[in-house]
């Protein structure tokens, strides 16, 4: 067992465990460009687990014991969520091919808001700047959710557990949707020939700067992935979700700012086919239930509870919560 009760020990082994840890965000982000993005859930615990493990090293045995337990709940927080959405559309609902649509439409005073942006922005024979720009947005989705699962267990167990809530809740709310009712995305329902043509071009913007390996991990996750699973759409939420979070403790200027984000990711997911703007708005209203539902079992609970979202984000978390 390392000497923790020296405070000299104790930089040491913080040092040592940040050097590792940057350390360890520099291979991910090679092997990302090398073999694209972990999207396999078995890979993405993996890495989790390994960041737990570097964050474990030089801690005291209770520590470490605890850093286990939280690896495990996050394991079944996936395994239950992976489960879920894959049996979504398979209880018998029909899907729905043209509601997420039709209240498009009202929206945008009766157009189709795919079409329009494909129509306009749209060049089969040219990748455009934002073409690349939006496919980077698309795939944040991967990385920027994730991010605080794995690194902040490691500086503040107080705020993973704040964050996992607010994720977890995000997920199985939208798991619920997703069953209750499925629905087809627009290039789905554009192919079944339910709306007027929408191309599904996600990928194209990284075979534009030569990383295909990122398009070709795209394609694999969309061969396993339940299609009709859009209905909220979990990107937008969880854009919404990591915006709130990182601005959280910022003033009201930053969190509107901060509000770009998921904007843009809504606008991307709309033009690359992949959803109705209906479905953004309903991922943001999940995400707002969440975070509504996880402050309240907090406060009901005596736990230290994350700012409220229209909070000028003052946080109300003790010091002796760190544990970096």
Not at 292 to 297: I, K, N, P, Q, V
Not at 299 to 315: I, Y
């Amino acid at each position: 067992m390392p000497d923790i009760a020296s405070p000299d020990a104790e930089d040491r082994w913080r040092d040592l465990r940040r050097f590792l840890l940057f350390a360890y965000s520099a291979v991910l982000l090679w092997s990302i460009f090398v073999w694209g993005l972990p999207i396999d859930r078995l890979l993405v615990l993996t890495w989790m687990g390994v960041a737990f493990g570097l964050g474990a090293i030089g801690r005291s045995r209770a520590d470490v014991k605890q850093m286990a337990k939280d690896w495990v709940a996050l394991v079944v927080v996936y395994i239950v969520y992976d489960y879920s959405r894959g049996t979504a559309d398979q209880l018998g609902i029909p899907v729905n091919y043209t509601l997420p649509g039709q209240l498009d439409r009202i929206l945008f005073l009766g157009r189709n808001p795919n079409v329009a942006l494909q129509w306009r922005l749209y060049d089969p024979g040219d990748v455009k700047w934002y073409d690349v720009l939006g496919s980077i947005i698309y795939m944040t989705h991967f990385v920027l959710p994730v991010v605080p699962l794995a690194l902040l267990r490691v500086r503040n167990r107080t705020a993973w557990l704040q964050y996992l809530r607010r994720f977890a809740l995000t997920l199985y709310i939208s798991v619920a949707c997703f069953i209750v009712f499925p629905a087809a995305p627009p290039w789905m329902s554009a192919r079944d020939g339910y709306t007027d043509p929408v191309a599904r071009i996600t990928g194209r913007g990284w075979w534009e700067i030569g990383l295909k390996t990122i398009s070709k991990t795209l394609d694999r996750g969309a061969a396993v992935m339940n299609p009709v699973a859009a209905m909220p759409s979990l990107h937008s939420g969880c854009a919404l979700l990591v915006a709130l979070w990182f601005t959280r403790n910022m003033g009201t200027k930053v969190r509107v700012a901060a509000m770009a984000f998921p904007l843009s990711m809504a606008v991307t997911l709309v033009y690359f086919g992949e959803h109705w703007f209906v479905d953004a708005l309903a991922g943001w209203g999940v995400v707002l239930l969440a975070w509504s539902l996880a402050g309240r079992w907090e406060r009901r609970n005596g736990q230290p509870e994350a700012p409220p979202v229209f909070s000028r984000g003052s946080a109300r978390q003790s010091a002796a919560s760190r544990t970096a």
